[in-house]
């Protein structure tokens, strides 16, 4: 059931913390959502909290492996002291990524979902099993992983948390959205977007909007109160609404990533881009980026970078195509996005 340096639960009886508080995290198979909770979890293993990261063993390694800003060697280190729990998930088709979708939701990852819902058995019995040994579980779930967690949420010692993967002003704009535009109560005028919002629909394919009908929706509220990767000063007036909005509290506890890089890290693993980037004037570049899960076309990257170009502003642009299911796995569909001829010697300088 365990992957490689997870001990039997039962048998975790490192300093007696077993005994007291436990967290378990059910993070949701994209690597922007894998990697924040991933971060939570070192953080709050450094106050000497045992955590129990749950996952597919292919995706646990990908976490690690993309785990950047703190150090991933040594017996000391953070990452070594949580269990990660590889579960099987049963066979599902790993789709390539297509460049020319006929819309840009990431429909080839939902058989990777849909695959991932085949947790819920394994990590209630997981909680079952730390249940007997600690005082008090916290289950901290991506809110896109409420399914998984629905049987846990019955242990009486368990406490379930949900994470949003959002920062607190887009998940404003999407409760706005949904109520019309119209808040039930009075709130500050500069809460309120004075600029056109686009509106989410059409965004989703009728393939997500049943996966989050079924999925999703119709087991929410399990959660005790919700955990935020944000800081109130930061989105404080946006964290204020969705106080009053929700009959949970929320929680803003981030920024997860370290704010102090560690020298030895920075030494051995910093991009050259790091590099070129502590040469330039504050706020003088400009970071291009879609994520992980977003393929472009060759003729948006043309024209993306051509306007680049014509600005004359400093940038920085990962250029890539989005994950498949398994990041590791060998395809020959494997695409490399193409920059014009000449580009970036061009623009180097």
């Known amino acids: 059931m365990e992957g490689q340096g997870s001990p039997n639960v039962l048998s975790n009886t490192q300093n007696g913390l077993n005994s007291q508080i436990c967290v378990v995290m059910v993070p949701f198979p994209v690597q922007g959502h894998l990697n924040q909770?991933?971060?939570?979890?070192?953080?709050?293993?450094?106050?000497?909290?045992?955590?129990?990261?749950?996952?597919?063993?292919?995706?646990?390694?990908?976490?690690?492996?993309?785990?950047?800003?703190?150090?991933?060697g040594g017996g000391d280190n953070l990452i070594n002291k949580i269990h990660f729990h590889d579960f099987e998930l049963p066979r599902y088709e790993s789709l390539p990524p297509n460049p020319n979708p006929r819309m840009h939701f990431p429909v080839h990852v939902l058989p990777l979902w849909e695959a991932y819902l085949h947790l819920r058995e394994p990590v209630s019995e997981l909680v079952r099993q730390l249940s007997v040994e600690c005082r008090r579980i916290v289950v901290?779930?991506?809110?896109?992983?409420?399914?998984?967690?629905?049987?846990?949420?019955?242990?009486?010692?368990?406490?379930?948390?949900?994470?949003?993967?959002?920062?607190?002003?887009?998940?404003?704009l999407s409760w706005f959205d949904i109520l019309d535009r119209k808040l039930p109560f009075e709130v500050d005028s500069s809460v309120i977007p004075q600029c056109d919002i686009q509106s989410d629909e059409g965004c989703f394919m009728p393939e997500m909007e049943k996966f989050m009908a079924e999925k999703i929706l119709e087991y929410s509220g399990l959660e005790v109160g919700s955990l935020h990767n944000t800081s109130r000063v930061?989105?404080?007036?946006?964290?204020?609404?969705?106080?009053?909005?929700s009959d949970r509290k929320c929680f803003a506890i981030g920024p997860f990533n370290p704010v102090e890089i560690?020298?030895?890290?920075?030494?051995?693993?910093?991009?050259?881009?790091?590099?070129?980037?502590?040469?330039?004037?504050?706020?003088?570049v400009i970071y291009v980026s879609f994520g992980t899960m977003t393929s472009i076309t060759d003729e948006q990257i043309k024209e993306l970078a051509e306007g680049l170009e014509k600005s004359?502003?400093?940038?920085?642009?990962?250029?890539?195509?989005?994950?498949?299911?398994?990041?590791?796995a060998k395809s020959d569909a494997v695409r490399r996005p193409e920059l014009p001829e000449g580009y970036e010697e061009r623009v180097k300088n």
């Open 37 to 72: 909770l991933l971060h939570l979890s070192l953080l709050i293993s450094s106050y000497g909290v045992p955590i129990h990261y749950t996952g597919s063993p292919s995706l646990n390694r990908q976490v690690k492996h993309r785990l950047q800003g703190r150090p991933v």
């Open 140 to 172: 901290i779930y991506d809110s896109l992983m409420v399914y998984v967690v629905q049987d846990v949420a019955h242990i009486q010692n368990v406490e379930l948390f949900s994470f949003a993967p959002i920062g607190a002003f887009t998940l404003f």
């Open 234 to 245: 930061i989105e404080g007036k946006y964290m204020e609404v969705l106080d009053k909005l």
């Open 262 to 284: 560690d020298k030895h890290e920075s030494e051995t693993r910093r991009h050259e881009c790091l590099e070129w980037l502590d040469g330039q004037e504050k706020n003088s």
């Open 312 to 328: 004359g502003q400093k940038f920085i642009w990962v250029l890539r195509d989005a994950d498949k299911g398994d990041v590791f």
